[in-house]
């Protein structure tokens, strides 16, 4: 009988260990990438599960926000006795508050106290768009730029465009030669930028100062917040401050309550509540961090009802 030789063993035996090693390989791979997809997939539901919980918590901050706009309504009318401090405020002023297991961070703004696209003057919505750091060069075009897209005629302004620039775009368009819309609106107008409207991570963006629902020139003194009232000509950052802090106590009914510089009293006006509101609503479930945001504008009737006239959601959450 013939023997093999231990040569031919030794060779055998080397096989077999290779294809053990590899085997193992391949079965190690496998259950790593199965790992991996566990892993991403428990991540994934996860922040799927936070955000759906973010987005409800500001959904019940838009609701909240409705009924301390009630509160005031029924406030006003004497239908119900409540502490004068217990309203919140609309002038931006935010409010946070427990629910469930997370949070929401809600600010109410009255449109009257916000700079009007389509009625506000010019120097207004100037000092508006220097104050939040835009250059001075870019603010003349913004703004002789809304000028043109709003009025009638097709005379272009020494910084502004008419169809003319428009129709020479990649993606052509006419100007609108009427009023805006929306707010958004402005993102048609040349200059203007996401950046500029929405803001980035160092500064505030304009839309959280302009409107296009006030349709008022004048802005109302008593709910317009900080940036908008250092838009008024003659204003400076401790008047505004002084401004803010006297109103937290009561509403300015008369320009002899407070120090004005002259040159402000023709745009401002002392409308106080007038039924025109944006809440806007940060749903969170830890304090300080970032979440869900929404934006609302609704209409309160003196009849008790409300309508939404803009609401999007998320929005673009502004530092």
């Not at 009630?70 to 006003?76: D, I, L």
């Not at 309203?87 to 009007?116: A, H, L, M, S």
């Not at 272009?156 to 990649?170: F, I, K, V």
């Not at 020139?217 to 940036?227: S, V």
């Amino acid at each position: 009988m013939i023997r093999p030789s231990k040569d031919y063993i030794s060779s055998d035996k080397g096989i077999a260990l290779m294809i053990v090693l590899w085997t193992l390989t391949i079965l190690m791979v496998i259950v790593f990438s199965f790992s991996y997809m566990a892993r991403t997939e428990t991540y994934s539901t996860l922040s799927f599960k936070n955000g759906a919980n973010n987005k409800f918590f500001a959904e019940a901050g838009i609701e909240r926000g409705l009924m301390e706009l009630f509160y005031r309504q029924f406030y006003k009318d004497n239908s119900i006795d409540i502490d004068s401090s217990q309203k919140w405020k609309i002038d931006g002023t935010p409010y946070q508050e427990q629910f469930g297991n997370g949070y929401y961070t809600v600010r109410i703004t009255g449109e009257y106290g916000k700079v009007d696209i389509n009625t506000a003057s010019e120097v207004v919505l100037k000092n508006l768009f220097i104050n939040l750091g835009i250059q001075s060069e870019e603010v003349d075009t913004i703004v002789d730029s809304i000028m043109d897209w709003k009025d009638p005629d097709n005379l272009r302004r020494l910084h502004g465009a008419e169809s003319d620039y428009y129709t020479s775009l990649p993606n052509p368009y006419r100007a609108k030669d009427a009023d805006f819309e929306t707010v958004e609106e402005l993102l048609m107008v040349k200059g203007m930028t996401p950046e500029i409207l929405y803001g980035t991570n160092t500064r505030k963006g304009a839309i959280n100062f302009l409107t296009v629902h006030s349709h008022q020139r004048n802005i109302d003194i008593n709910t317009a917040p900080k940036e908008v009232l250092m838009a008024l000509p003659g204003m400076s950052p401790d008047l505004a401050d002084s401004i803010i802090e006297y109103r937290k106590s009561k509403e300015i009914e008369t320009p002899n309550e407070i120090s004005l510089p002259p040159e402000a009293f023709p745009y401002i006006s002392f409308e106080g509540d007038t039924g025109t509101y944006t809440i806007d609503a940060l749903g969170h479930q830890e304090r300080g961090k970032g979440g869900y945001a929404i934006r609302a504008t609704v209409t309160i009737s003196s009849d008790g009802t409300y309508k939404y006239v803009y609401y999007k959601s998320p929005v673009t959450t502004q530092p």
